[in-house]
């Protein structure tokens, strides 16, 4: 089945999502539900922070994401595309071309992107008459501007589209004072928003079995590589790198299961959400790390990455000195964003990186089957 859907776009009345908001974010008094585990017939609701308890009178067949790590969550779990993203760019759906009936065509889907210039209530109460849940963390949305607060929230949600969702990629972001939750502790929350339960039961066990793999292929910590993971500024071309530590987001979920060093954190280095923070090729020459990741660059192949950016500071004066450069060991370092399937496809690929693995580390054939149901 592909997940491509028509350009037409389903105008539907609301299901009657409905919210109470109370506090810090969206929530509802009533906890449990109706209706059997897949296909609940009844309201049924969902707890997660901030939003709280939200409760739904039926499944939600409309959504829109924060990003790539919502929105392959979705597809994992057999839905239909978002129809708005808050940054399409950064969702990365080529990481789908090896996985057997699952594609996602951004063009065809037709799917928006809420940040074109600036970010407005008024596009999300727009969008809200074709949604029936906003999958975001209010307050990721809330601190993206200077001119959100609560108040907007709590006019989107009158609507009746309530907002599910907590920023999990990274944890360098100091309004972030509620609980974290791992890649897959988000993907339940959002598998009991769906009631698509048994889907992520089945990837939890694929993901356990892939996680086996990764630890037979892990060397002694005194044999793996020191990895800097950046964002170039500019792209093409860099100077300078914004610099990204190794933290429990998910955003840097496959080096962490690969066990690398941090070149960063060993060095003191801040890291960029934290306060903005830059690294030149002076610097990155004194930490001189064995690896390094670039981030920015998933829509170039390898090969264009090599012949840009690469090609750059193989001949740069500085750069060229590094021991990464050197040995060839300069890569593209991974999206911002990653759900399920995508972190399978990109713990592959970064175990051939640091590692030199060359055999395939998970079943595609069985990705495919779960998402389109055969499970």
Same mark, same amino acid.
């Given at each position: 089945?592909?997940?491509?859907?028509?350009?037409?776009?389903?105008?539907?009345?609301?299901?009657?999502?409905?919210?109470?908001?109370?506090?810090?974010?969206?929530?509802?008094?009533?906890?449990?539900?109706?209706?059997?585990?897949?296909?609940?017939?009844?309201?049924?609701?969902?707890?997660?922070?901030?939003?709280?308890?939200?409760?739904?009178?039926?499944?939600?067949?409309?959504?829109? %994401?924060?990003?790539?790590?919502?929105?392959?969550?979705?597809?994992?779990?057999?839905?239909?595309?978002?129809?708005?993203? !808050?940054?399409?760019?950064?969702?990365?759906?080529?990481? !789908?071309?090896?996985?057997?009936?699952?594609?996602?065509?951004?063009? %065809?889907?037709?799917?928006?992107?809420?940040?074109?210039?600036?970010?407005?209530?008024?596009?999300?109460?727009?969008?809200?008459?074709?949604?029936?849940?906003?999958?975001?963390?209010?307050?990721?949305?809330?601190?993206?501007?200077?001119?959100?607060?609560?108040?907007?929230?709590?006019?989107?949600?009158?609507?009746?589209?309530?907002?599910?969702?907590?920023?999990?990629?990274?944890?360098?972001?100091?309004?972030?004072?509620?609980?974290?939750?791992?890649?897959?502790?988000?993907?339940?929350?959002?598998?009991?928003?769906?009631?698509?339960?048994?889907?992520?039961?089945?990837?939890?066990?694929?993901?356990?079995?892939?996680?086996?793999?990764?630890?037979?292929?892990?060397?002694?910590?005194?044999?793996?590589?020191?990895?800097?993971?950046?964002?170039?500024?500019?792209?093409?071309?860099?100077?300078?790198?914004?610099?990204?530590?190794?933290?429990?987001?998910?955003?840097?979920?496959?080096?962490?299961?690969?066990?690398?060093?941090?070149?960063?954190?060993?060095?003191?280095?801040?890291?960029?959400? %934290?306060?903005?923070?830059?690294?030149?090729?002076?610097?990155?020459?004194?930490?001189?790390?064995?690896?390094?990741?670039?981030?920015?660059?998933?829509?170039?192949?390898?090969?264009?990455?090599?012949?840009?950016?690469?090609?750059?500071?193989?001949?740069?004066?500085?750069?060229?000195?590094?021991?990464?450069?050197?040995?060839?060991?300069? !890569?593209?370092?991974?999206?911002?964003?990653?759900?399920?399937?995508?972190?399978?496809?990109?713990?592959?690929?970064?175990?051939?990186?640091?590692?030199?693995?060359?055999?395939?580390?998970?079943?595609?054939?069985?990705?495919?089957?779960?998402?389109?149901?055969?499970?």
């Amino acid at each position: 089945m592909s997940r491509e859907r028509s350009s037409t776009r389903r105008q539907l009345l609301k299901a009657g999502a409905v919210v109470a908001v109370s506090g810090a974010g969206a929530g509802c008094i009533m906890d449990g539900g109706s209706g059997d585990e897949n296909g609940t017939t009844g309201s049924y609701s969902v707890t997660m922070e901030p939003v709280g308890t939200v409760e739904f009178d039926s499944v939600p067949e409309t959504w829109a %994401a924060n990003n790539g790590t919502w929105a392959d969550m979705g597809i994992a779990l057999g839905q239909d595309p978002p129809e708005a993203l !808050y940054l399409t760019q950064r969702y990365h759906t080529q990481y !789908y071309d090896d996985i057997p009936d699952v594609s996602v065509d951004k063009e %065809a889907a037709e799917i928006d992107s809420l940040w074109d210039d600036d970010l407005t209530p008024e596009e999300f109460i727009e969008l809200s008459g074709n949604v029936d849940v906003f999958v975001m963390d209010p307050n990721f949305i809330i601190g993206r501007t200077d001119h959100w607060d609560k108040s907007d929230i709590e006019q989107i949600e009158a609507t009746g589209t309530p907002f599910f969702g907590n920023s999990i990629f990274s944890r360098g972001y100091n309004w972030h004072d509620y609980d974290y939750l791992t890649l897959y502790e988000a993907f339940e929350k959002l598998s009991e928003l769906f009631q698509e339960t048994e889907r992520y039961e089945a990837f939890e066990t694929l993901h356990e079995e892939f996680q086996d793999e990764i630890d037979e292929i892990v060397p002694p910590e005194e044999e793996r590589p020191s990895v800097a993971i950046m964002w170039p500024q500019p792209k093409a071309e860099p100077d300078e790198f914004s610099p990204y530590l190794i933290d429990e987001g998910t955003s840097f979920k496959q080096w962490r299961d690969l066990g690398v060093e941090d070149a960063f954190a060993t060095a003191d280095v801040e890291d960029f959400h %934290a306060g903005r923070s830059r690294v030149d090729y002076e610097l990155l020459l004194e930490i001189d790390p064995d690896v390094l990741l670039i981030r920015g660059h998933e829509d170039k192949t390898a090969a264009e990455f090599r012949d840009t950016v690469v090609s750059y500071m193989e001949n740069h004066n500085v750069a060229s000195e590094l021991t990464a450069v050197k040995n060839g060991d300069v !890569y593209r370092g991974g999206p911002l964003h990653q759900g399920p399937i995508a972190n399978l496809v990109l713990t592959e690929r970064a175990a051939r990186q640091v590692y030199g693995v060359d055999e395939q580390l998970f079943d595609r054939e069985r990705v495919g089957n779960i998402v389109n149901g055969d499970i």
